[in-house]
């Protein structure tokens, strides 16, 4: 703890209790929440304490492995309370917009996820780019699919000035042959946030950089003519439509997930982003690691019972 960061809180927000001890916050009856913002090497031991008396939001990455997250879990499960994950992309009007499209019946099966996640810095000094950037992605491919996590992962990453991965390239396969590619980087010249989600009739880009359009549906898609797909030459017919840009609110994504963990504590709203989605994004880190360190070896997603 650092003590003499409270100072500055204390001036800022003059009402706010400020304390460097977390058994005072704990003790007190007035908190029903504890927010975890830590290294993520003491998300465990602080989870674990503050389980026994509150409910609990981590942020991402949840925990260290796959263990850990089980234990929370269960920890959670015996005390009665709640944890939830700090996957903050899932509530922004953006993400919300694309799950809706993808789940609609003209957007088709989804085929593939590509994403680019990139920018110069920062670096941390205790996860790698991975660990960093990625649970973005694994988070929001969580959230559109409805809770499905990947069969298999292979990753491939360097580390270029530390002995942490300051780039890496993660590809899943999902068992119906949906395949999300995704690219974290902190060594780029420019920041890019920009997914391409491709589905059996429709396509959409998400532009996070974008102030105006950050989502576009394409109105596009290729399809087999004839019955026999081993046909020579094969027989596609390409369907080229409009392009639509839906408005999106506003709203800001932090204070949406705020709300929804307050109506999830006070009136027993299911948590958006709880710990079975926590579970599912470091269950396909840990998978993710081990590919990168046998070279990307395709490594298979396991979640304990």
């Known amino acids: 703890m650092r003590a003499e960061r409270l100072a500055p809180i204390r001036r800022r927000y003059p009402a706010v209790k400020a304390t460097a001890q977390l058994d005072e916050v704990l003790r007190d009856p007035q908190v029903d929440l504890v927010a975890i913002a830590t290294p993520v090497d003491s998300h465990r031991a602080l989870a674990m304490r503050a389980i026994a008396a509150k409910h609990v939001l981590v942020e991402k990455p949840l925990t260290r492995s796959i263990g850990d997250a089980l234990a929370l879990r269960d920890a959670a499960r015996r005390a009665g309370v709640t944890i939830f994950v700090d996957h903050t992309f899932v509530f922004t009007p953006a993400v919300r917009k694309m799950a809706e499209v993808v789940a609609a019946p003209d957007f088709g099966r989804p085929l593939y996820y590509d994403s680019v996640r990139v920018n110069l810095g920062l670096f941390q000094q205790d996860v790698s780019v991975v660990w960093d950037l990625a649970p973005h992605d694994l988070a929001i ?65 998400y532009n996070d950089n974008d102030p105006v359009e950050k989502i576009r549906i394409y109105d596009k898609g290729v399809s087999l003519q004839g019955d026999d797909p081993a046909a020579t030459p094969l027989l596609m017919e390409y369907r080229i439509g409009d392009m639509t840009a839906p408005v999106l609110p506003t709203t800001e994504a932090l204070k949406l997930e705020v709300e929804h963990i307050a109506a999830c504590v006070l009136d027993g709203a299911t948590p958006l982003c709880g710990i079975e989605a926590g579970i599912g994004v470091i269950a396909t880190l840990e998978a993710a690691q081990r590919s990168l360190e046998r070279g990307g070896t395709a490594i298979e997603v396991v979640i304990p019972a």
């Open 141 to 205: 491919l969580h959230h559109v699919t409805s809770g499905r996590v990947p069969a298999r992962v292979s990753c491939t990453g360097v580390a270029h000035f530390s002995a942490l991965e300051d780039i890496a390239y993660l590809t899943m396969l999902y068992d119906d042959d949906f395949v999300p590619h995704v690219h974290v980087n902190w060594l780029a010249p420019v920041k890019v946030r920009q997914v391409l989600l491709g589905g059996a009739r429709k396509m959409l880009v």
